[in-house]
């Protein structure tokens, strides 16, 4: 181990009177990739990618997001509207004192990977979406496809005070609705430490408890930045409609890469096919 990637302390920034944290490691001097994680996991979500975007030369910042992180969770449901955790990766890079980066995203996170993709190119070198499609192609699949029925969970997270009470059971019903969804039992227990032990649920929550104050065309830009799409087969939730559609929403190069046989937890499952693309986009990104 070497000087320039020895373990570093976590990032703090302020945002909105919250401290918000992120993992910073990997060569320091090296480029950097943020990395977003979804719902209902945090930044150990990555920890199979990151020694491998390490050993490729890059650093990355793993940001614990608004409503995770334990000194950055607002109640108001406003609060988590994608401008606002968008506003929060840009505040990240500020901290960093970075012009542009890498981004990545998973899960909800990849939907504020688009978002800043979106409204914000400039601060973007490239885009590596995992499982959510672009905004708009998701909104098409829901209309002509089976893409509705695949998010009903949306709709029961509308629900006040319900959808925490099932989420923090101590009895069997979310195991099985997360090993339903292709969670290991690691992975189960992994959320309960991170989630449920810490109270993190309400704040994961709260990014679906906004989405009805989402202003419209907001999410919906097309990319203008280098941008791969990482999809695979066997996601319950994200169907195959809104994954071909997604392409007609970048105006830029763009790759689809589909992963077979594995479920919605891509970084969890295919480590190393993941790392591979995103590193693969990266490079081509600064090679253009």
Request: a negative charge; one cysteine or more; hydrophobic letters at 40%.
């Amino acid at each position: 181990m070497t000087a320039s990637d020895a373990p570093r302390p976590d990032l703090w920034f302020p945002r909105d009177g919250m401290e918000l944290r992120a993992v910073d490691s990997g060569p320091a001097d090296g480029e950097t990739i943020v990395l977003l994680h979804g719902f209902p996991q945090r930044t150990s979500s990555w920890d199979l990618v990151t020694p491998l975007l390490h050993s490729a030369g890059y650093r990355t910042l793993a940001l614990d997001q608004r409503g995770y992180c334990e000194s950055a969770r607002p109640r108001g449901r406003r609060a988590y509207r994608l401008p606002e955790l968008v506003g929060d990766v840009l505040g990240l890079l500020d901290a960093a004192g970075l012009a542009d980066a890498h981004v990545v995203g998973h899960d909800w996170g990849a939907a504020v990977a688009w978002g800043i993709a979106g409204a914000h190119p400039d601060r973007v070198r490239s885009l590596t979406a995992v499982s959510v499609p672009h905004p708009a192609a998701f909104l098409t699949a829901m209309a002509r496809s089976d893409q509705l029925l695949r998010s009903w969970y949306m709709g029961f997270f509308q629900l006040p005070f319900v959808p925490e009470l099932v989420l923090n059971s101590p009895g069997p019903g979310p195991e099985k609705a997360l090993a339903g969804m292709g969670m290991t039992p690691e992975m189960i227990e992994r959320y309960r430490g991170e989630m449920v032990a810490t109270g993190a649920i309400r704040g994961g929550l709260g990014w679906y408890r906004a989405l009805p104050f989402a202003a419209p065309g907001a999410a919906t830009a097309k990319v203008h930045v280098p941008t791969t799409f990482v999809w695979s087969d066997r996601d319950p939730a994200l169907g195959r409609g809104g994954a071909e559609r997604t392409r007609e929403h970048v105006d830029a190069d763009y790759r689809f890469v589909e992963m077979n046989g594995v479920s919605h937890w891509i970084p969890d499952e295919r480590p190393a096919e993941l790392a591979d693309a995103i590193v693969d986009r990266a490079r081509s990104a600064v090679a253009d």
